[in-house]
Nanobody
Framework: QVQLVESGGGLVQAGGSLRLSCVISGRTFSNWAMGWFRQAPGKEREFIAA????????DYGDSVKGRFTISRDKAKNTVYLQMNSLKPEDTAVYYCAASTNYFSGSLYYPKSYEYWGQGTQVTVSS
């Protein structure tokens, strides 16, 4: 089993920054990746970013490219999401997730992830 615990959410003014963390515990896998998604009220869960755990290759959703950065610290079993130039439309619950057997193109979709954290609220005021 894998447990994911997010932290770092909060209230920030537009233009500000936040860094989310997701600590991973439990078993690890030979071919896995971590992703960040978000979900605003009344909207579908949206892909934000993903990182392959071994090689570090990253992908980003169009709405956050150039503003958000995903990274991981293997020694700490932690994945981060650095969010800069935040906008009110970034307001949502942010989730980290683990995909233990991904393939090309799969990391954009929530159904590709087997494990999810509980989420952390990010609110951006105008």
């Amino acid at each position: 089993q894998v447990q994911l615990v997010e932290s770092g959410g909060g209230l920030v003014q537009a233009g500000g920054s936040l860094r989310l963390s997701c600590v991973i515990s439990g078993r690890t896998f030979s071919n896995w990746a971590m992703g960040w998604f978000r979900q605003a009220p009344g909207k579908e869960r949206e892909f934000i970013a993903a990182i392959r755990w071994s090689g570090g290759r990253t992908d980003y959703g169009d709405s956050v490219k150039g503003r958000f950065t995903i990274s991981r610290d293997k020694a700490k079993n932690t994945v981060y999401l650095q969010m800069n130039s935040l906008k009110p439309e970034d307001t949502a619950v942010y989730y980290c997730a683990a995909s233990t057997n991904y393939f090309s193109g799969s990391l954009y979709y929530p159904k590709s992830y087997e494990y999810w954290g509980q989420g952390t609220q990010v609110t951006v005021s105008s």
